[in-house]
């Protein structure tokens, strides 16, 4: 197994600290946990002193689960973790924790940040997570960080996910892993890190994965290509590192109901496509003063490109059928030649973004006596250029789009955006003896946020400021050894996006994603969270935690319905709110590892309006009051899982997760008894490992184990395509679950190679 380096981690914004594992069986020592308290390096603390419920995970955790790919593991293993497959790729899936989300998929309501080596990675745009860009092979560690915490700036409503990369002194020697699966999935892992000369290092790493597709027509492929090098001095330490990434993913969104009765792996309409690029440019540096006294700094720059393109039914041709219900014969509805028929039956969507960021951080720690305290300052900037264009098509037999060369390309929009950011921030850790801890922190924010949008609807410029001043105070007290406790409370805020900012002005609606109008201001998410819980050892092998909390979010931004159309507009909501309980334990003991978590999430409005969908018309709104769930989270959430050294080179594991039933999203009401609940399903894995010699391991993953069908997500629509079958006039419109389903029976057969010589 490659040997970890405690300095390393220690320097890095997260820490997993423990004796490397013998060829990557059980651990037989419980590893000592590090928290990063802020993104950048220097002031670091044991998770049993950090008031919240943070979870982590170091890469030998995250490769003998044998998960697919990193939200798969966190779906698997973290504790009030869920995952919505709305896309239908395994690289396109919403990640939700305590009711927030983090989703690739623009318009989607984001909660959640992500830091990896001190660079928030939420895109500019819209906020979302492409997890495609990702180098999961070069990832030392990942946590998941709760609440509002102010210290990791923007966007952290619900909580913060802060992964470390790998250097060459944490992970001297080579891995590489290449696995084949079910759907022709193939994944080729490679890393490799070295040491030379007075302390210098270097690591580089790499994935290439591509794959068919679980369902119809949905092949992908990604590659990224991460390197870093560094410097270890007595004092002075630095690394510079560099990623590049791409993808193409094909993602055929939901399923209708009557479809997915007939075959799961079918898609509703073809095609929907996304190409991602990505770089990031990352340098860091620490120096330790001579009074003891640490400085780091970071600075870094990205870029990056997302080119779409989807077919969508046209919004004319679901008009036109539903008002040739019961007028077949008229000639509107039958004559192709008279003005109102409808023949073009699809709509060709082609978008494309580019996006650039600057920033750059400083940040002060000292320790002087019972204080721990740190004083720091960011700054970043962004660009932003958006285009949309649209032309209208038909279906053929298959479902899929095909461009009508006589309809004329329309360009939706064509947006450019600007934003500006600073920060100061201050966090002090007092220590009441060696048993009670304070923690009191603050961050100021100000955000200036500009757009200038042409084409459809011309509007002219825009620019609006933001500034909030977010505090946070948490305390940890130790009864005994045995039992800890802890408590906080925190605020975070979420300044508005471009894209909502384009999408805000009721009386100018748009149809996410073909168009952007108009940019009126609106208010910044507000998200206060309470949480309390212990930890407990109250058995040598065994391990307790458990977390009560509530997040109240002020002014959350959802999509409602204009009224007048199918259309609508961002807007402030007054609350929501989002509470729940989190139990976990584990217990280890001889050759078996035990886990077990459970969680209960309630997450309803507290304010009172309409909710967006293609059924929530003036005849029958989908209101929202206090008390109404938001859809997509299930209450109930329980995940078990056992691991098994069969015999010192075997090891046997399996994992089950229960998911409870869910609402469906444009039933928020109740109001449409048809599309009813989602129901609750059930999913056991199961995994062995083989370590063949000291560097070779053989492994076999089966995913879904007992095939069982489910879905993740629904939502309710109009089907225009019952059966597969295509609508003829005269034939009644009826609503429809589309349901995202979850993969059937999967297999994997992998072979890893590692060597630390």
Same mark, same amino acid.
């Given at each position: 197994?490659?040997?970890?380096?405690?300095?390393?981690?220690?320097?890095?914004?997260?820490?997993?600290?423990?004796?490397?594992?013998?060829?990557?069986?059980?651990?037989?020592?419980?590893?000592?946990?590090?928290?990063?308290? /802020?993104?950048?390096?220097g002031?670091?603390?044991?998770? !049993?002193?950090?008031?919240?419920?943070?979870?982590?995970?170091?890469?030998?955790?995250?490769?003998?689960?044998?998960?697919?790919?990193?939200? @798969?593991?966190?779906?698997?293993?973290?504790?009030?973790?869920?995952?919505?497959?709305?896309?239908?790729?395994?690289?396109?899936?919403?990640?939700?924790?305590?009711?927030?989300?983090?989703?690739?998929?623009?318009?989607?309501?984001?909660?959640?940040?992500?830091?990896?080596?001190?660079?928030?990675?939420?895109? =500019?745009?819209?906020?979302?997570?492409?997890?495609?860009?990702?180098?999961?092979? %070069?990832?030392?560690?990942?946590?998941?960080?709760?609440? $509002?915490?102010?210290?990791?700036?923007?966007?952290?409503l619900?909580?913060?996910?802060?992964?470390?990369?790998?250097?060459?002194?944490?992970?001297?020697?080579?891995?590489?892993?290449?696995?084949?699966?079910?759907?022709?999935?193939?994944?080729l892992?490679?890393?490799?890190?070295?040491?030379?000369?007075?302390?210098?290092?270097?690591?580089?790493?790499?994935?290439?994965?591509?794959?068919?597709?679980?369902?119809?027509?949905?092949?992908?492929?990604?590659?990224?290509?991460?390197?870093?090098?560094?410097?270890?001095?007595?004092?002075?330490?630095?690394?510079?590192?560099?990623?590049?990434?791409?993808?193409?993913?094909?993602?055929?969104?939901?399923?209708?109901?009557s479809?997915? @009765?007939?075959?799961?792996?079918?898609?509703?309409?073809?095609?929907? &496509?996304?190409?991602?690029?990505?770089?990031?440019?990352n340098? *860091?540096?620490?120096?330790?003063?001579? $009074?003891? !006294?640490?400085?780091?700094?970071?600075?870094?720059?990205?870029?990056?490109?997302?080119?779409?393109?989807?077919?969508d039914?046209?919004g004319?041709?679901? @008009?036109?059928?539903?008002?040739?219900?019961? %007028?077949?014969?008229?000639?509107?509805?039958?004559?192709?030649?008279?003005?109102a028929?409808?023949?073009?039956?699809?709509?060709?969507?082609?978008?494309?973004?580019?996006?650039?960021?600057?920033g750059?951080?400083?940040?002060?720690?000292?320790?002087?006596?019972r204080?721990?305290? %740190?004083?720091? %300052? +960011?700054?970043?900037?962004?660009?932003?250029?958006?285009?949309?264009?649209?032309?209208?098509?038909?279906?053929?037999?298959?479902?899929?789009?095909v461009?009508?060369?006589?309809?004329?390309?329309?360009?939706?929009?064509?947006?450019?955006?600007?934003?500006?950011?600073?920060?100061?921030?201050?966090?002090?850790?007092?220590?009441?003896?060696? +048993?009670?801890?304070? /923690?009191?922190?603050?961050?100021?924010?100000?955000?200036?946020?500009?757009?200038?949008?042409?084409a459809?609807?011309?509007?002219?410029?825009?620019?609006?400021?933001?500034?909030?001043?977010?505090?946070?105070?948490?305390? &940890?007290?130790?009864?005994?050894?045995?039992?800890?406790?802890?408590?906080?409370?925190?605020?975070?805020?979420?300044?508005?996006?471009?894209?909502?900012?384009?999408?805000?002005?009721?009386?100018?609606?748009?149809?996410?994603?073909?168009?952007?109008? $108009?940019?009126?201001?609106?208010?910044?998410?507000?998200?206060?969270?309470?949480?309390?819980?212990?930890?407990?050892?109250?058995?040598?092998?065994?391990?307790?935690?458990?977390?009560?909390?509530?997040?109240?979010?002020? !002014?959350?931004?959802?999509?409602v319905?204009?009224?007048?159309?199918?259309?609508?507009?961002?807007?402030?909501?007054?609350?929501?709110?989002r509470?729940?309980?989190?139990?976990?334990?584990?217990?280890?003991?001889?050759?078996?590892?035990?886990?077990?978590?459970?969680?209960?999430?309630?997450?309803?409005?507290?304010?009172?309006?309409?909710?967006?969908?293609?059924?929530?018309?003036?005849? *029958?709104?989908?209101?929202?009051?206090?008390g109404?769930?938001?859809?997509?989270? =299930?209450?109930r959430?329980?995940?078990?899982g056992? @691991?098994?050294?069969?015999a010192?080179?075997?090891?046997?594991?399996?994992?089950?997760?229960?998911?409870?039933?869910?609402?469906?999203?444009?039933?928020?009401?109740?109001?449409?008894?048809?599309?009813?609940?989602?129901?609750?399903?059930?999913?056991?894995?199961?995994?062995?490992?083989?370590?063949?010699?000291?560097?070779?391991?053989?492994?076999?993953?089966?995913?879904?184990?007992?095939?069982?069908?489910?879905?993740?997500?629904? *939502?309710?629509?109009?089907?225009?395509?019952?059966?597969?079958?295509?609508?003829?006039?005269?034939?009644?419109?009826?609503?429809?679950?589309?349901?995202?389903?979850?993969?059937?029976?999967?297999?994997?057969?992998?072979?890893?190679?590692?060597? +630390? +010589?």
């Amino acid at each position: 197994m490659l040997r970890r380096a405690a300095l390393a981690c220690a320097l890095a914004p997260i820490s997993v600290l423990a004796q490397a594992p013998q060829a990557d069986v059980v651990r037989s020592l419980q590893p000592v946990e590090i928290l990063g308290q /802020t993104p950048l390096p220097g002031l670091v603390q044991q998770r !049993d002193r950090y008031a919240g419920n943070a979870q982590l995970a170091d890469d030998g955790a995250i490769e003998r689960a044998k998960s697919a790919n990193l939200p @798969d593991f966190m779906n698997r293993k973290l504790t009030g973790v869920t995952v919505n497959e709305v896309q239908g790729s395994p690289f396109q899936v919403d990640v939700n924790y305590r009711g927030h989300r983090l989703s690739p998929t623009l318009g989607t309501a984001q909660g959640l940040s992500v830091f990896l080596d001190g660079v928030r990675i939420n895109e =500019p745009f819209g906020d979302v997570m492409n997890w495609d860009l990702l180098p999961e092979s %070069a990832i030392a560690s990942l946590a998941l960080m709760p609440g $509002s915490n102010p210290l990791f700036g923007l966007n952290t409503l619900g909580g913060a996910l802060v992964l470390t990369t790998k250097s060459g002194l944490s992970h001297k020697g080579t891995e590489a892993d290449f696995s084949l699966g079910s759907f022709g999935r193939r994944r080729l892992d490679l890393g490799h890190g070295l040491q030379w000369g007075e302390g210098w290092h270097g690591y580089a790493a790499g994935t290439l994965f591509g794959e068919e597709g679980a369902r119809e027509k949905s092949s992908g492929r990604l590659g990224n290509l991460f390197l870093k090098v560094g410097h270890q001095g007595a004092r002075t330490e630095w690394t510079a590192s560099y990623l590049q990434a791409r993808s193409r993913l094909a993602g055929n969104g939901l399923l209708s109901q009557s479809l997915d @009765d007939i075959d799961r792996r079918a898609g509703y309409t073809f095609q929907d &496509t996304t190409r991602n690029r990505a770089s990031l440019l990352n340098v *860091s540096v620490t120096h330790k003063l001579e $009074s003891g !006294d640490r400085l780091a700094a970071l600075a870094w720059h990205r870029s990056g490109r997302r080119e779409g393109s989807n077919g969508d039914i046209n919004g004319a041709w679901t @008009d036109w059928l539903q008002a040739c219900e019961n %007028a077949a014969a008229t000639p509107a509805c039958s004559d192709p030649a008279h003005p109102a028929f409808v023949g073009r039956t699809a709509v060709l969507n082609q978008s494309s973004a580019r996006q650039w960021a600057s920033g750059a951080g400083l940040q002060w720690t000292r320790q002087a006596g019972r204080h721990q305290f %740190a004083l720091g %300052a +960011d700054v970043s900037s962004s660009r932003i250029g958006y285009e949309q264009f649209s032309q209208e098509g038909a279906f053929d037999a298959a479902r899929v789009a095909v461009a009508d060369p006589a309809a004329p390309i329309t360009q939706q929009v064509s947006l450019t955006g600007k934003s500006r950011h600073a920060s100061l921030f201050a966090t002090d850790i007092v220590s009441f003896g060696e +048993d009670t801890q304070l /923690t009191l922190s603050g961050r100021w924010n100000r955000t200036q946020v500009g757009n200038t949008l042409t084409a459809a609807g011309t509007s002219g410029s825009e620019s609006f400021t933001y500034s909030k001043l977010n505090p946070a105070l948490g305390a &940890t007290h130790a009864v005994s050894d045995l039992l800890n406790l802890f408590a906080s409370l925190s605020q975070g805020t979420r300044v508005p996006t471009v894209l909502e900012l384009g999408c805000a002005d009721a009386s100018r609606p748009c149809v996410l994603p073909t168009g952007l109008q $108009s940019d009126p201001y609106l208010r910044q998410v507000v998200a206060r969270t309470a949480e309390v819980g212990f930890r407990a050892k109250p058995l040598p092998p065994m391990q307790l935690s458990a977390a009560l909390f509530r997040t109240v979010s002020q !002014d959350d931004i959802v999509f409602v319905r204009s009224g007048v159309s199918q259309a609508g507009y961002f807007s402030n909501v007054g609350q929501t709110r989002r509470q729940g309980l989190e139990l976990a334990a584990k217990w280890r003991q001889g050759a078996w590892q035990w886990h077990g978590d459970a969680s209960w999430l309630d997450a309803t409005y507290r304010s009172a309006g309409t909710l967006p969908g293609p059924l929530s018309t003036a005849d *029958s709104p989908n209101p929202f009051g206090p008390g109404t769930r938001i859809a997509g989270l =299930p209450r109930r959430l329980l995940k078990l899982g056992v @691991d098994w050294q069969a015999a010192p080179a075997v090891t046997l594991g399996l994992d089950s997760m229960l998911v409870g039933s869910q609402v469906v999203a444009g039933n928020e009401s109740g109001g449409r008894p048809e599309l009813g609940k989602l129901a609750g399903y059930a999913v056991l894995d199961a995994r062995v490992a083989w370590q063949v010699r000291s560097r070779w391991q053989a492994y076999l993953r089966v995913s879904n184990l007992l095939d069982r069908r489910y879905a993740s997500f629904a *939502s309710g629509n109009l089907d225009l395509f019952p059966g597969g079958r295509a609508l003829q006039p005269g034939d009644e419109v009826h609503a429809s679950r589309f349901l995202a389903p979850g993969g059937g029976r999967a297999l994997t057969l992998g072979v890893r190679y590692e060597w +630390d +010589d």
